[in-house]
C-alpha cells in the first residue's frame, strides 16, 4: 500500500520523530552525537579518509579531480570545471578552514559512502537520528540544463545486512545561488536491542559523466527521546536573559518531558569557559536554582539532561534540552569626549551608537531619544552647557556627559598696506577677534607663519594674506590681504675717474638708482649743472665731485665720487743756447712738474739717444755724459705713462 502523506508525527519507543520532504528528523530531544564527522579541518587540502569508508579515489586538488574521486576542501574557486561548479570559502558551518567532502560522481551508479558504528557507542533498542548535509555545487546554467542531479539514498544496516531504515534524498536540484545550499538530510532509526555494530550506507543512484557532483559534510548519530521542554521559571519562558555586568544573576530553570516513565535528570552548565558541558553536582531534579554573584561578561548556558530508567546508568543514552542561555553583558560604552565645541550659527549634533535606547539632555530643557540628536540648527552662546547621555544595551544603562562651548565667529579689520625700504622689516597689525589658528602665506620673508602679527622682512614687494579660524571651528575661516612694498635704496655711481688737459672741458658720468631719488654734485664749481647727473665741467685744476642720490620716499642717501684730472699745457722751448753765459742755458719744459713720472729722451740725427730724464728735475743742459753736444738740431719724444695722455715729439736746436 502507498502512503501519501507529507508530513506524518508518531513516537517510537518514546522519541518523536517527524518525516518530511526533505528528511525523517527527530522533533524530540537529541543526545549527543556519538557520532560526528566533520571531515576535519585546517589551511590545505585534508587528506585521504580512512580504509573502508569510500571507494572512490582521493585526490589533492582543489578542483576536484575525474569522475570517481573526492577530495578534503575548505575552499574552491570559480573556475573549476569550465565554471560550471559554484565556489565556496567555508563548509556547512561558516568554518572557513572546515573541510567538506566534494565528491566527483562515477559513471555509474554506485555505492560510494560506507560507515561502522561500533555497538559499545550505542544505546540498545533506542531512538537515533541519522543526519547529513548535502548540496549540489553543479550550477544551473544554460550549458548544464539536462546534466544528472545527485540522487542519494540512506540504508542503516546491521553488520550482517539486516536493513534497519532506509531513506531517499530524491533528486537534489541545481541552482542560482551564489554560495552551495546545503540542505539537511537523513532518518531515523531503531538500534537492536544486543547492541550489536551498525553499518550507514550511502548511494548515489544517479550517473555521472555531467553533473552528478556534491558536496557531504557533519555527518551526526544522535539519540532521539521524547521533547523536553524548558524554561526559566515556568515552562515555555525560554526568551534569553540579558544581564549587566557587575550584577548578582539569580534565576530558577525547570523542565518537564513525557515519554520516559521514571527518568533520571541531570542538569548541566557550560560557562563558554573552555570546558564545554560540565554535571552540576546535586542538580538531579525537574528544578534548578543558580546565583552568579558580581557576574562578569560572558554566555552562561543551562541545560538538562535526561536519561530512562530502562537505561540508568549509560550515559550514551541520554537525551538534552536545547539550552537556556544567560548572557552577562558589559555597559555599552559610548564614550563622548569631556569637552565639545561648536561656532556660532553652524548646527550642533549630539552622537552615540551601539544602544537599543538613548536619552539626552541638556540646557534649558533638552531632551532628545535619538541617538542622533539635533541641538540647534544654528548655534549660539545660549546653548552652552553640558549634556548627558543616557544609553541602554540589553537593559544595561551607561552615562557620560559632554561640555559644549559656542565659540563666537571669527572677525578681522581689513589690513593696510605698507611701505619699507629695502633691508628694513616691518609688523603686520593684524587686528582680530576669536580666533586662535592663523596661517600667513606667503611664508618667505617672515619670521613666523602661524601667529597674528609676525615680522616681514620681504626682499621685494609681496602681498601677503592670512586665513584664520578657531580650534573650534576649522572650517570656519575668515581672510585679509596687504601689501607690503619695497622701496629700493638709492644708490649713486659718480663714474670713472676724467683727464683732461688745462682749458678743456670733462663730461661725467654719473648714474642713479633707487624708488623716488633725487641727485646733484658737490662742489658745483665749473659744472654747466650740478644737478643733472651728466654735467660738464671746465675745472681748470684737480678736483674731486661727489654725486648725491637722496631717497624721497626717506630711504636715505647715497654718495659717489669721482676724480677729474687737469693736466697743465706744457710750454717746450725749441732754441737755448748752453754756452755757460747764465742765459739760456738750459731746454726749459714749463708746467713739467705736474708730470713727475713723465720719460724725457733727447735723440741726435743718427737716432742716438743723448739725453734722458725721468721727470724733469734738472733741465737739459745740453751735454750727453758731461760732454757737450754739437749744436744742432735734436729730437725729443716725451712719454707720459702710466698717464693716459698721448706721448708727445718735436725739435730743439742747440746754438753755441
Not at 70 to 86: I, P
Not at 214 to 220: N, P, Q, S
Not at 407 to 434: D, H, R
Request: with cysteine; net charge negative; proline share 6%.
Amino acid at each position: 500500500m502507498r502512503l501519501l502523506f507529507r508530513f506524518l508525527i508518531f513516537f517510537v519507543a518514546g522519541s518523536t520523530c517527524a518525516i518530511t520532504a526533505n528528511a525523517q528528523i527527530c522533533t524530540g530531544s537529541l543526545g549527543a552525537p556519538v557520532v560526528n564527522e566533520t571531515f576535519g579541518s585546517g589551511s590545505a587540502p585534508g587528506g585521504e579518509l580512512p580504509d573502508g569508508i569510500t571507494n572512490l579515489k582521493y585526490i589533492n586538488d582543489v578542483c576536484g579531480g575525474d569522475d570517481g574521486t573526492y577530495a578534503l576542501l575548505s575552499s574552491m574557486g570559480t573556475s573549476c570545471k569550465g565554471a560550471t561548479w559554484k565556489s565556496f570559502s567555508h563548509d556547512h558551518t561558516g568554518d572557513v578552514n572546515g573541510y567538506t567532502m566534494i565528491i566527483n560522481a562515477t559513471d555509474d551508479p554506485s555505492l560510494f559512502f560506507t560507515y561502522l558504528v561500533k555497538g559499545d557507542k550505542l544505546c540498545p533498542n533506542t531512538t537515533y537520528q541519522f543526519a547529513a548535509w548535502i548540496a549540489n555545487i553543479l550550477r544551473d546554467l544554460p550549458q548544464t540544463q539536462g546534466y544528472s542531479e545527485p540522487n542519494i539514498t540512506f540504508s542503516i544496516e546491521t553488520a550482517d545486512g539486516k536493513v534497519l531504515q532506509s531513506f531517499n534524498t530524491g533528486n537534489i536540484k541545481a541552482d542560482n545561488e551564489a554560495d552551495l545550499t546545503w540542505k539537511q538530510y537523513g532518518t531515523f532509526f531503531t538500534t537492536p536491542a544486543d547492541g550489536s555494530d551498525i553499518v550507514v550506507k550511502m548511494t548515489n543512484n544517479s550517473a555521472g559523466g555531467l553533473g552528478n557532483d556534491l558536496a557531504l559534510d557533519d555527518i551526526t548519530f544522535s539519540p532521539c527521546g521524547p521533547l523536553i521542554q524548558r524554561g526559566f521559571g515556568t515552562i515555555g519562558n525560554t526568551a534569553d536573559k540579558d544581564n549587566c555586568i557587575g550584577d548578582d544573576v539569580s534565576y530558577t530553570v525547570v523542565a518537564q518531558q513525557q515519554g520516559y516513565p521514571d527518568p533520571g535528570y541531570q542538569w548541566q552548565a557550560n560557562k563558554n569557559d573552555g570546558n564545554g558541558w560540565v554535571n552540576i553536582p546535586g542538580a538531579t531534579t525537574t528544578s534548578y536554582s543558580f546565583n552568579i554573584p558580581n557576574a562578569q561578561p560572558g554566555l552562561y548556558q543551562y541545560r538538562i539532561g535526561v536519561l530512562s530508567s530502562t537505561n540508568a546508568g549509560s550515559e550514551k543514552c541520554r537525551i538534552y534540552s536545547d539550552p537556556l542561555n544567560v548572557y552577562v553583558h558589559q555597559l555599552p560604552a559610548y564614550p563622548l569626549p569631556a569637552n565639545s565645541s561648536v561656532c556660532v550659527g553652524y548646527p550642533y549634533r549630539l552622537y552615540a551608537d551601539g544602544g537599543d535606547s538613548y536619552l539626552w539632555t541638556g540646557p534649558n530643557g533638552f531632551t532628545s531619544t535619538q541617538h542622533a540628536a539635533l541641538v540647534s540648527d544654528s548655534a549660539t552662546t545660549a546653548i552652552d552647557g553640558d549634556y548627558t547621555l543616557r544609553i541602554i544595551k540589553y537593559g544595561c544603562a551607561f552615562f557620560a556627559t559632554t561640555t559644549l562651548k559656542v565659540y563666537p565667529a571669527v572677525t578681522v579689520e581689513p589690513l593696510q598696506n605698507v611701505s619699507i625700504c629695502e633691508g628694513e622689516s616691518v609688523l603686520l597689525n593684524l587686528k582680530s577677534a576669536n580666533a586662535t589658528v592663523y596661517k600667513w602665506s606667503p611664508s618667505e620673508g617672515l619670521d613666523h607663519d602661524e601667529i597674528p602679527n609676525p615680522r616681514a622682512s620681504p626682499s621685494v614687494t609681496t602681498t601677503y594674506s592670512v586665513s584664520l579660524s578657531n580650534d573650534a571651528c576649522p572650517y570656519f575661516t575668515k581672510s585679509a590681504i596687504m601689501t607690503v612694498t619695497v622701496r629700493k635704496l638709492p644708490v649713486a655711481n659718480a663714474g670713472n675717474s676724467q683727464r683732461i688737459f688745462e682749458g678743456q672741458t670733462a663730461k661725467l658720468q654719473g648714474t642713479a638708482s633707487g624708488d623716488s631719488v633725487k641727485y646733484f654734485w658737490t662742489p658745483s664749481d665749473y659744472l654747466d649743472d650740478p644737478n643733472s647727473l651728466t654735467p660738464t665741467t671746465s675745472v681748470p685744476s684737480n678736483i674731486t665731485y661727489t654725486l648725491h642720490v637722496q631717497s624721497l620716499v626717506g630711504c636715505g642717501e647715497s654718495t659717489s665720487s669721482v676724480f677729474v684730472r687737469v693736466y697743465k699745457k706744457l710750454s717746450i722751448v725749441n732754441t737755448f743756447t748752453p754756452n755757460g753765459d747764465g742765459i739760456n742755458d738750459y731746454w726749459t719744459i714749463t708746467n713739467m712738474d705736474d708730470y713727475p713720472k713723465a720719460t724725457v729722451s733727447v735723440f741726435d740725427r743718427d737716432g742716438q739717444m743723448v739725453f734722458q730724464s725721468i721727470g724733469y728735475g734738472k733741465p737739459w743742459d745740453g751735454t750727453d755724459g758731461g760732454k757737450k753736444v754739437p749744436p744742432g738740431t735734436y729730437y725729443y719724444m716725451i712719454d707720459f705713462m702710466p698717464e693716459n695722455i698721448p706721448r708727445l715729439s718735436g725739435w730743439v736746436l742747440v746754438v753755441r
